[in-house]
């Protein structure tokens, strides 16, 4: 279990829109290293130790699963990929972007590339002064002093000027949602993205059991003789299983994210069961659907029928390998039915086709990207109807 550490961070910015420079640090940083508990005032204050435009600082309260090495190496992405290009001098210059490691917990790190606490912010009104704002009672690790207390005894008489807007502290996946449910085809990658999910954003995580029932290496064999037991399996574990997991509540989890809804059970009761059995399993899952919480958001992911069995084959399960593209596309037909005709569900349909969001961090941000601007959209939508 990774535990979400909490860490503050300084940005400034004196070079070309400060203002976005430091909004785009802050989603950047919300996408892609943790959850962001709040953010300071922004204070206008003059380059220090060399000429050049103002500074707009500000500082950050982060929740992270990063240790201090990797939390380093992802800021230091976030400037490059702003435009921050570092030269190789010592003496201090004009930057788009600088993100800095002040505090990380309580611990004190002494490494070739970092040391925390950062060295220069007991000296620097500019730090102090948006540190005070959200973290007034902090304690640093080394001085055994409050912010409020090193605030005060500051000697550095620079001007810091607050101004008069706010940034927008991004809407965290774990702030918005209780309950996240990721589906898909065979072989679309839901629990992988799922995992993925739930070890970043700190979720109770929720997968289906099927490599536990016997009857599925038997359906693959002879889908007509088994594909009515199999079905009916399937069923009652999933509904036992979400009926007990999304009761449960866990203290030391932020929401929970399944790989599967039971919805899934009657898409695929469609496509494998004769007339007059899937009548009769109908009227068994209408009784235990009516019983199950609904997820506030479903995510669908969607790929093409040869990225299925692509995918299918390279994972390597032997009852698997003689599925055709001809149920794969049954399967996501029944999956398109089923989304057109909840409208009630919160859905969002994710192409993943051309993503490897295993392997790539950059496509895996992209389906983060996907979900918060999901998020945000519906967001200003309730708020433009109130």
């Known amino acids: 279990m990774s535990l979400l550490r909490n860490t503050y961070i300084g940005l400034g910015s004196n070079q070309g829109n400060k203002?976005?420079?430091?909004?785009?640090?802050?989603?950047?940083?919300?996408?892609?290293?943790?959850?962001?508990v709040s953010i300071s005032p922004v204070y206008q204050t003059?380059?220090?130790g060399f000429k050049g435009d103002d500074f707009f600082n500000i500082c950050l309260h982060l929740k992270t699963k990063h240790n201090p090495e990797n939390l380093l190496k992802e800021l230091l992405e976030i400037e490059t990929i702003l435009g921050r290009k570092r030269s190789n001098t010592s003496e201090y210059e004009s930057r788009i972007i600088d993100i800095d490691i002040l505090f990380f917990d309580d611990?004190?790190?002494?490494?070739?590339?970092?040391?925390?606490?950062?060295?220069?912010?007991?000296?620097?009104?500019?730090?102090?002064?948006p540190l005070l704002d959200i973290a007034p009672q902090f304690i640093h690790p080394i001085e055994k002093k409050s912010i409020a207390v090193l605030a005060q005894r500051c000697a550095d008489n620079?001007?810091?000027?607050?101004?008069?807007?706010?940034?927008?502290?991004?809407?965290?996946?774990?702030?918005?949602?209780?309950?996240?449910a990721i589906e898909g085809n065979i072989g679309a990658g839901k629990t992988t993205l799922s995992s993925m999910l739930a070890e970043d954003f700190?979720?109770?995580?929720?997968?289906?059991?099927?490599?536990?029932?016997?009857?599925?290496?038997?359906?693959?064999?002879?889908?007509?003789?088994?594909?009515?037991p199999l079905e009916m399996s399937f069923l009652a574990d999933r509904y036992q299983q979400l009926s007990d997991d999304l009761a449960q509540f866990?203290?030391?989890?932020?929401?929970?994210?399944?790989?599967?809804?039971?919805?899934?059970?009657?898409?695929f009761a469609q496509v494998t069961l004769a007339h007059e059995e899937f009548l009769l399993y109908r009227r068994m899952?209408?009784?235990?659907?009516?019983?199950?919480?609904k997820p506030d958001l479903y995510i669908y992911l969607y790929q093409n029928t040869d990225r299925l069995l692509e995918n299918i084959k390279n994972r390597g399960r032997d009852y698997e390998q003689n599925i055709t593209a001809g149920y794969l596309k049954k399967i996501h037909k029944g999956y398109v039915?089923?989304?057109?005709?909840?409208?009630?569900?919160n859905t969002l349909i994710i192409d993943v086709s051309e993503l490897d969001f295993v392997s790539k961090r950059s496509d895996y941000h992209i389906i983060i990207r996907e979900i918060t601007e999901y998020m945000t959209k519906n967001q200003s939508s309730r708020n433009s109807c109130e």
Do not use: C, W
Request: glycine content about 0%; aromatic content about 14%; overall charge negative.
């Open 19 to 36: 203002r976005d420079n430091l909004q785009q640090a802050i989603n950047s940083i919300a996408e892609r290293v943790g959850v962001i």
């Open 46 to 48: 003059e380059s220090i």
């Open 202 to 228: 700190n979720a109770k995580q929720v997968l289906e059991r099927f490599a536990d029932n016997p009857f599925l290496p038997k359906f693959y064999e002879d889908e007509e003789r088994f594909a009515f």
């Open 107 to 129: 611990e004190i790190v002494f490494s070739k590339n970092l040391i925390v606490p950062h060295p220069e912010l007991t000296k620097r009104a500019f730090v102090l002064q």
């Open 285 to 293: 899952f209408d009784i235990m659907y009516k019983e199950i919480t």
């Open 337 to 345: 039915n089923f989304i057109q005709s909840e409208r009630n569900l």
């Open 250 to 267: 866990d203290l030391f989890k932020s929401f929970i994210i399944s790989d599967y809804y039971i919805f899934k059970s009657l898409i």
């Open 158 to 180: 620079t001007k810091v000027e607050r101004l008069d807007f706010e940034l927008i502290k991004p809407i965290s996946i774990s702030e918005k949602y209780n309950y996240i």
